[in-house]
C-alpha cells in the first residue's frame, strides 16, 4: 500500500459527534477559566446551606478542561486519519492469509478492515456490513465505501450490504475469517451484543478465526465466544497501550482485541 494510496482513501472521522462536543467542552472551559481571571465573576459557585454557604470554584476546573478536552479531541482525530490505517495492518498480519480467504468485516463503515483484507486476497472475497450509522462514523454510506475500495485498487475483491450484525444475511460456516474494529458496542443492550458475537461464529467455518478489536466489552465478548464453540481465544495487542487508554479515559474505553478460533 503506497502513501498515495493512503492519502486517496478517506476513511472518515469517527465518533464525530464526540469530538465535536469535546471541542465545545474545551471552548466552555476556557470562557469559564478566562472571564474569571479577568475578573468578570468571582469563579466560584455559592450553594446556600442551612448555617453557611458552600463556595465551590470550578475556574480551575474549566482550566482543565480547556487544555485537556481539546488535546482529546486532537487525538481522536489523529487516530482516524493516521493511526486506525497503522493499526489495522498490525491486526490484520496477526492472521496467517493465503488469498483465497471469504472474509466478513462486521460493522464495515467506510471500509478499513475490509479493505486492507482484499489486498491480502487474490482469489478471495472481503464482504462488509453495516447500517450506516453517521454518528458513529462520518460520511458512513456504501457509496464511500466502494469508493475507497476503487482508489485502493481492491473494488473487485469486495462487496458491502446493508445488514444488521445480529441477524447476518449468510449461511452457517460461510466466511474463513470475520474482522470487526470498534463497531459491536454501539449495540448498547448486552443481549444485542452477546446474538451479534453468536452470529459471527455461526458464519464461520470450522477453524476458522476471528479478529475483534473493539473499545470496550472484551471479557463479554470472550465469554459468548467460549459459549459458541470457540475455545481459542487469545489477546492480542499491547496491554500497557489499553491500560493507559483506561486510566487517561477515567474507564470510559476498555480497549481489547481478540483473537479468536472456532473449533474444528
Known amino acids: 500500500m503506497t502513501s498515495r494510496q493512503i492519502a486517496s482513501a478517506d476513511y472518515g472521522l469517527d465518533a464525530p459527534g464526540v469530538v ?21 465573576w468571582s469563579g466560584q459557585i ?12 470550578v475556574a480551575d476546573s474549566g482550566r482543565f478542561f480547556a487544555l485537556v478536552l481539546p488535546l482529546t479531541a486532537l487525538w481522536m482525530v489523529w487516530e482516524s486519519k493516521i493511526g486506525k490505517l497503522r493499526n489495522r495492518d498490525r491486526m490484520l ?26 489486498k491480502r486476497l487474490s482469489t478471495g472475497t472481503a464482504t462488509g456490513v453495516d447500517i450506516w450509522q453517521q454518528e458513529d462514523l462520518s460520511g ?6 466502494l469508493d475507497n475500495a476503487r482508489r485502493e485498487g481492491v473494488e473487485a475483491r469486495v462487496d458491502v450490504k446493508t445488514a444488521d450484525m445480529r441477524a447476518l444475511p449468510f449461511a452457517d460456516a460461510s466466511f474463513d475469517v470475520v474482522v470487526s474494529r470498534a463497531a459491536i458496542h454501539n449495540l448498547y443492550d448486552a443481549a444485542d451484543r452477546a446474538q451479534a458475537i453468536r452470529e ?7 477453524g476458522g478465526r476471528a479478529l475483534i478489536e473493539d473499545i470496550r466489552h472484551g471479557r463479554e465478548y470472550e465469554a459468548v465466544f ?8 487469545e489477546r ?25 478460533t472456532k473449533a474444528a
Open 140 to 145: 458512513n454510506r456504501p457509496e464511500a465505501t
Open 93 to 118: 498480519d496477526r492472521l496467517a492469509w493465503t488469498g483465497n480467504e471469504q472474509v466478513l468485516d462486521l460493522g464495515c463503515g467506510r471500509g478499513l478492515l475490509m479493505i486492507g483484507a482484499a
Open 236 to 260: 492480542i495487542g499491547s496491554r500497557m497501550e489499553a491500560l493507559i487508554s483506561t486510566v487517561i479515559t477515567f474507564g470510559s474505553l476498555r480497549p481489547a482485541t481478540l483473537l479468536v
Open 226 to 233: 467460549r459459549q459458541s464453540g470457540c475455545t481459542g481465544i
Open 46 to 57: 455559592a450553594i446556600p446551606l442551612s448555617t453557611d454557604v458552600l463556595r465551590i470554584g
Open 20 to 40: 465535536r462536543n469535546l471541542v465545545l467542552g474545551g471552548i466552555a472551559g476556557a470562557v469559564l477559566w478566562g472571564s474569571a481571571r479577568l475578573g468578570l
Open 200 to 206: 459471527v461464529a455461526r458464519v464461520l467455518k470450522p
